[in-house]
């Protein structure tokens, strides 16, 4: 990609991201995208914007408060993510949602607020663990992980083409191992890679 990668990561990955931290884990999914973003890298050539909104960092903040943070770290870590996005390679501010996501039929108003957030700040990729697929959506299975959770999990990879937007949903598994085979994060020619698998570069 010739411009800096628009990341949109889900409050779900900031969240694991800090618990990840606290139980003392090093080198997660969660916390190597997080650390990437922070660094403005993407894999290993491209450069990263980290893209979020008002709305979601308030979330970000009432979820911390019920895992009983203290005040103090919830705002040094949301100003921390606030800094990321507005020091990025497109010193972005973080998005105000303005309306759009009545566009989603979502049952969740949260979850049709962060793709808004992805489309109104023209994300390319939004990572999350837990959202769910519209009408809008093309669907292609990606891979079957065993979780300490869930148990045994298909994961699933999106495509949201809607105007001009184009904007691909992967959880974070798949974002790392689509990195690991240096796949293009372009969302057209990264959609291509994900359904025919073999054509990463070098093979």
Request: glycine share 6%; proline share 3%.
């Amino acid at each position: 990609m010739d411009r800096p990668v628009r990341v949109l990561l889900d409050v779900n990955v900031f969240v694991g991201n800090i618990m990840a931290h606290d139980r003392g884990h090093k080198g997660t999914a969660i916390q190597t995208l997080v650390s990437m973003v922070s660094s403005q890298k993407w894999g290993i050539d491209d450069r990263a914007q980290l893209v979020i909104s008002f709305e979601m960092v308030e979330t970000l903040e009432t979820v911390l408060r019920r895992l009983q943070f203290t005040e103090d770290r919830i705002k040094a870590y949301t100003n921390s993510i606030i800094d990321i996005m507005k020091y990025g390679p497109d010193s972005l501010d973080p998005y105000l949602i303005l309306g759009g996501e009545e566009r989603f039929a979502m049952s969740d108003a949260e979850d049709a607020g962060v793709l808004a957030t992805a489309f109104g700040a023209e994300a390319d990729i939004l990572v999350t663990d837990n959202l769910r697929a519209t009408k809008d959506a093309s669907v292609v299975d990606t891979q079957v992980v065993n979780t300490t959770h869930s148990g045994q999990r298909t994961l699933q990879a999106l495509r949201y083409e809607i105007g001009s937007a184009d904007l691909i949903v992967a959880h974070p598994f798949d974002v790392m191992q689509w990195m690991r085979l240096g796949y293009d994060f372009t969302p057209a020619t990264l959609w291509n890679s994900i359904q025919e698998p073999g054509n990463e570069p070098g093979l």
